[in-house]
T-cell receptor
Framework: NAGVMQNPRHLVRRRGQEARLRCSPM?????VYWYRQLPEEGLKFMVY????????ESGMPKERFSAEFPKEGPSILRIQQVVRGDSAAYFC?????????????FGPGTRLTVT | GQQVMQIPQYQHVQEGEDFTTYCNSS?????IQWYKQRPGGHPVFLIQ?????EVKKQKRLTFQFGEAKKNSSLHITATQTTDVGTYFC??????????FGGGTRVLVKP
């Protein structure tokens, strides 16, 4: 049973370009979460999605950031017109349900560097 | 909104010594989870506590959930170099997403 997969593992973008981060949840998991982590800091919640629905995007910046989890295919976190401050590790996690007691399984992360 | 705080932010430990890290929530939780992230790695689930006053052990790690279900602790005995990493607690209120604390970064001095 493959774990959560993220690609690319490392992504370098110049300021103003777009970054697309992909996440394939564990088999059978329909709940996906995206987190951002700056060096030496904690996990900052960005967005929670189920298939074709955004459930909670309270942690997403209002501009330039968007996320989707289509019926088919991976979840995508899209950052338009990247700036240096977007450089961070972006982790995706999935869970079986959101009901109490379901742990989250994290992917290896995508480390975004904006030059 | 719900806040989860962890202290200390950094823990420098001599190999072989014990230490405790603490997690406090601003609201009553339905459960609390602990994760470990090795340097350069991703968070990995360690354990979940559900009941008030619950205590669980994993080898040298002891996890406790407070009576009021608003705080938790992780105690590590006889620290080893393999314990290096960041330990996150994450609290959940009924039906809501997990809220992660800021983590305790553990450095072990051999």
């Amino acid at each position: 049973n493959a774990g959560v997969m993220q690609n690319p593992r490392h992504l370098v973008r110049r300021r103003g370009q777009e970054a697309r981060l992909r996440c394939s949840p564990m088999k059978g998991h329909s709940h996906v979460y995206w987190y951002r982590q700056l060096p030496e800091e904690g996990l900052k919640f960005m967005v929670y999605l189920q298939k074709e629905n955004i459930i909670d995007e309270s942690g997403m910046p209002k501009e330039r950031f968007s996320a989707e989890f289509p019926k088919e295919g991976p979840s995508i976190l899209r950052i338009q017109q990247v700036v240096r401050g977007d450089s961070a590790a972006y982790f995706c996690a999935s869970s079986l349900q959101i009901s109490d007691g379901y742990e989250q399984y994290f992917g290896p992360g995508t480390r975004l560097t904006v030059t | 909104g719900q806040q989860v705080m962890q202290i200390p932010q950094y823990q420098h430990v001599q190999e072989g010594e014990d230490f405790t890290t603490y997690c406090n929530s601003s609201t009553t939780l339905s459960n609390i989870q602990w994760y470990k992230q090795r340097p350069g790695g991703h968070p990995v689930f360690l354990i979940q506590l559900v009941k008030s006053g619950e205590v669980k052990k994993q080898k040298r790690l002891t996890f406790q959930f407070g009576e009021a279900k608003k705080n938790s602790s992780l105690h590590i005995t006889a620290t080893q170099t393999t314990d290096v990493g960041t330990y996150f607690c994450a609290g959940q209120r009924a039906g809501n997403k997990l809220t992660f604390g800021g983590g305790t970064r553990v450095l072990v001095k051999p």
